[in-house]
């Protein structure tokens, strides 16, 4: 930072306990967005030590330390802010945009959900760590659609026994490369981390034991879009799965390969089915299939509206 050009900013009684990226955008005036960049780009410092964790909560008498002269006057590109499909005292459902991840990582700069939960209203569990507040299960950054979050111990143990069981429904639409001649099948093969390679898994005589149903909902020129189902939950594992018989999904430089300018793997959680902790009661939403994965299919070669096998969810 440059010392001529720093500002110095000490956090009142009232506002302690308030996240370090609010507390820059309400004391500096500026969208929380610009905030984060700030952090991002280290050009803030919080009691003289360089602070880039937009979830740090702030003391009283604490002395941020900010260089405007050198920020960003636009906002750089940012995640939207999932959407909350339900909520009530025990459990939320959210819509999770592409590009958001779900929580902090050693090679990830920006907002998580986690930070998202964090600045919501609570409670929320505790289980997962102080990090993840009500975190239950997770979608990879570049995945869209529903999440289940815990705001209680008890309801999160249920939940993650839900997973556990397979009682929970999941299912996913997706976009592949080739064609499937089959109208449905199941893809069984365990899944392990890649040990030359910590960021891929693969399928390995040491994973875990993994299935994935499919069925085919359309045919395009080159192309098939899938409904998939989730009979396990290991990392990657539809990208893993279809990269196995070889029909990786359409935007997946990990797994397979970008086309048709898609800027994500072509992934969505559509449909997620649970029994609510307390009540006992069956509960499915479904969310939409995203904008950018409609005009992906539509590039592809897709006509009029895409296959939906899943009815829309009721108002809650």
Known sequence: MTEGHERRLTVGAEEAGTRLDRFLAQRLGTPRALAQRS??????????????????VLHPGAVVAVDPGSAPTTPGPAPADPRVVYSDSELVVIDKPAGLAVHAAPSLKGPTLADWVASQPGPWSTMAGPERPGIVHRLDRGTSGLLVLARTDSTHADLSGQLRQRSMGREYWALAVGSIKEDRGRIEAAVGRE???PQRMSVTARGRDSTTEFW????LPRHVALRLRLLSGRTHQIRVHLAYIHRPLVGDPLYGRNEAGAARPALHAAMLHLRHPGSGEELSFVSPLPQDLRDLRERLGGEGEPAWPWAPTEEA
């Open 195 to 197: 040990r030359s390679h």
């Open 216 to 219: 085919v909902l359309e045919r």
């Open 39 to 56: 952090l991002q780009l280290g050009l803030v410092r919080v009691d003289g030590l360089a602070a880039s964790r937009a979830s740090l």
